[in-house]
């Protein structure tokens, strides 16, 4: 089962956050690929936006909970520096209210 860092995102959101037209996904997958995003299909309209946390699984090498924390910090930070990067606005769109934070954080998503 994959694990993300990332929204939870519709598909007309995503259209929204890369300034694309809501019927071109070949254009929207182009653009999130040279991000570096990953948008996963997830199930009703429900995509995950954000990039996925590789650590041990029950069939490889296991990680330990020290580990695996810190990875899935690196992969949040490296999530947020490539919206910063590639210019997405996502302080429009609140999944749910954060404290005084400007922006959503990013969450971890299990498929």
Same mark, same amino acid.
């Given at each position: 089962?994959?694990?993300?860092?990332?929204?939870?995102?519709?598909?007309?959101?995503?259209?929204?956050?890369?300034?694309?037209?809501?019927?071109?996904?070949?254009?929207?997958?182009?653009?999130?690929?040279?991000?570096?995003?990953?948008?996963?299909?997830?199930?009703?309209?429900?995509?995950?936006?954000? #990039?996925?946390?590789? !650590?041990?699984?029950?069939?490889? %090498?296991? /990680? &330990?909970?020290?580990?695996?924390? *810190?990875?899935?910090?690196?992969?949040?930070?490296? #999530?947020?520096?490539? !919206?910063?990067?590639?210019?997405? %606005?996502? /302080? &429009?769109?609140?999944?749910?209210? *954060?404290?005084?934070?400007?922006?959503?954080?990013?969450?971890?998503?299990? !498929?």
């Amino acid at each position: 089962m994959p694990l993300y860092v990332g929204y939870p995102i519709s598909f007309d959101t995503a259209c929204v956050l890369f300034n694309e037209g809501r019927g071109d996904l070949v254009e929207l997958l182009d653009r999130m690929e040279e991000t570096g995003l990953e948008f996963v299909y997830v199930d009703k309209n429900q995509y995950i936006l954000g #990039l996925e946390v590789k !650590i041990g699984n029950l069939f490889g %090498d296991f /990680s &330990n909970v020290d580990d695996s924390l *810190i990875t899935i910090l690196e992969e949040k930070k490296k #999530l947020i520096e490539i !919206i910063k990067i590639a210019n997405i %606005d996502i /302080s &429009n769109f609140m999944l749910q209210p *954060i404290g005084e934070e400007a922006t959503p954080q990013p969450y971890l998503l299990s !498929i």
